[in-house]
């Protein structure tokens, strides 16, 4: 058989759904144009199948399993400690996902100066960069710690075997795109190669204990695999998020099988790398306009921690057909539905107006409490009314104009108080509990229409 057509499948770049054929919407994640083919990789080609049965691994009974803790590392930053869930579990797997340039090669040679100072062994195997940028780099950052090799590389098997064979404590992948198995014959950055080498890399990692930071980029296009294909895959996927041209950064937890997610880590880049921001809520508020309408301040809560945030709202007249509507940092439909609150329960008529909301400062949040402000600021851009800057709003508005009770109350109300807010409008069935914090007047709402009346009356 002289003629065999050469087998390929093809995979979505952006989830890794695998399909016999090319579609143009992928079904996993929605996503149109990610899909690309690539030959069918060879079966056991990374040799995991052969070692994995050579290993004398057996089942064991669960109540004979110690539960020595698993000891954690502290990394010395502790934005980046809080983030992991309490510092850096040993044998774990951590991704760090992020658009190209967002600082995810900063930040680990941060982390692993740090912790090759406390006498750890790093092995840092970039396949992006020479050794003499990555030196340039950690000099810039404050120079590297005793027992840190650097090591670059972009073939499997050869950094296989130096892992084997150096046994670091950890290990960073600088970028899980950029390496590359001979036995697989798709090109570097393809789903196959990406699982294929996060596969070697776990095996690693669980059989021989070193933790594994892995960097991958978020690609927009082309036929380069996405961090999400290996989500599943790894233990810890932290993501880096924020504004390129701004210079705070926000490390976020979406995945933690060693401590809660969603939990944030606030940084900020500078000249001489990435400086943790102690106190977000205040870095978040910092710039805000005096005086002006359509701003109103509010509370998120990321992981189990209060950030205050500023809500801007522009309400234009409109010169086309079809006004315009435009949300960034938040939900675009939330927008839309709030706006349709304020015009049916408020009687207020914004079918000729542009509407814009913006979250300050580029950060992304989802959370529905933070409706009311939102509607607030909206209300306000459309009257041109300024709202007190000590006044601070938080709750979720239902399709009926009521303002529900929201989570974690009282800490959005302490974290308040602590900035020196002295005005919370809260929603009423959250009100009673709140009650005990002391030297902050709280008002509690039922409706949107009562929250607008106590606006109007200040
Ligand atoms: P980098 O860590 O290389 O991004 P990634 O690995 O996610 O692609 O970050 C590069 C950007 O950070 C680059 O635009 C320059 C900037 N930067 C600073 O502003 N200060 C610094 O000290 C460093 C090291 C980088
Ligand atoms: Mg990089």
């Known amino acids: 058989m002289a003629n065999v057509k050469k087998k390929t499948v093809f995979f979505c770049t952006n989830c890794g759904y695998e399909s016999s054929k090319w579609m143009g919407q992928c079904p996993g994640c929605r996503e149109w144009n990610t899909f690309a083919e690539e030959p069918v990789a060879k079966a056991g080609g990374s040799g995991i199948k052969q070692r994995r049965n050579g290993a004398a691994s057996r089942p064991v009974l669960l109540r004979d399993v110690s539960m020595e803790e698993s000891g954690r590392t502290k990394t010395d930053m502790p934005e980046f400690d809080r983030v992991l869930g309490g510092g850096i579990v040993k044998g774990s797997m951590v991704l760090i996902g992020g658009d190209p340039g967002i600082g995810k090669s900063t930040i680990l040679l941060q982390v692993c100066r740090n912790l090759a100072n406390m006498g750890l062994v790093i092995l840092y195997i970039s396949g992006e960069e020479s050794l003499a940028q990555i030196k340039m780099r950690a000099v810039r950052v404050g120079g590297a710690g005793e027992n840190m090799y650097l090591y670059c590389e972009t073939s499997l098997g050869d950094i296989r075997e130096t892992i084997e064979e150096m046994k670091p404590d950890i290990c960073v992948i600088d970028s899980i795109q950029t390496m590359f198995n001979e036995e697989v014959s798709s090109a570097p950055g393809s789903v196959s190669q990406v699982r294929e080498s996060t596969g070697v890399f776990m095996m690693l990692a669980k059989s021989l204990g070193i933790t594994h930071f892995i960097v991958g980029h978020v690609t927009k296009e082309g036929s380069v695999a996405g961090p999400r294909v290996l989500e599943h895959m790894v233990d810890t996927v932290l993501y880096f998020e924020g504004d390129r041209h701004a210079s705070y950064r926000i490390l976020r937890a979406v995945k933690n099988r060693f401590g809660s997610t969603n939990e944030i880590g606030v940084f900020e880049m500078r000249r001489n790398g990435l400086v943790e921001v102690p106190n977000p809520s205040e870095y978040m508020l910092s710039g805000r306009p005096e005086d002006s309408s359509g701003s109103v301040v509010t509370c998120c809560v990321e992981g189990s921690r209060p950030l205050l945030l500023e809500i801007q709202a522009l309400v234009a007249k409109t010169y086309f057909g079809m006004p315009r509507r435009t949300a960034a940092g938040t939900d675009y ?6 706006v349709a609150v304020l015009e049916k329960r408020c009687g207020i008529d914004l079918g000729a ?32 009314k300024v709202v007190s800057e000590h006044m601070m709003a938080f709750g979720e508005v239902g399709l009926s104009g009521e303002v529900r009770a929201v989570s974690q109350a009282e800490t959005r109300v302490s974290e308040a108080k602590r900035l020196g807010f002295t005005t919370v409008i809260l929603p009423k069935s959250n009100y009673a509990l709140c009650q005990k914090t002391e030297g902050i007047r709280l008002i509690p709402v039922e409706t949107v229409r009562e929250a607008i009346g106590i606006i109007g009356r200040q």
């Open 353 to 384: 107006c542009d509407v814009y909301v913006n979250v300050a400062g580029g950060i992304r949040v989802n959370e529905p409490s933070l409706d009311l402000a939102i509607l607030l600021a909206l209300y306000t851009s459309y009257k041109d």
């Open 333 to 338: 439909n939330r927008v839309n539905l709030l």
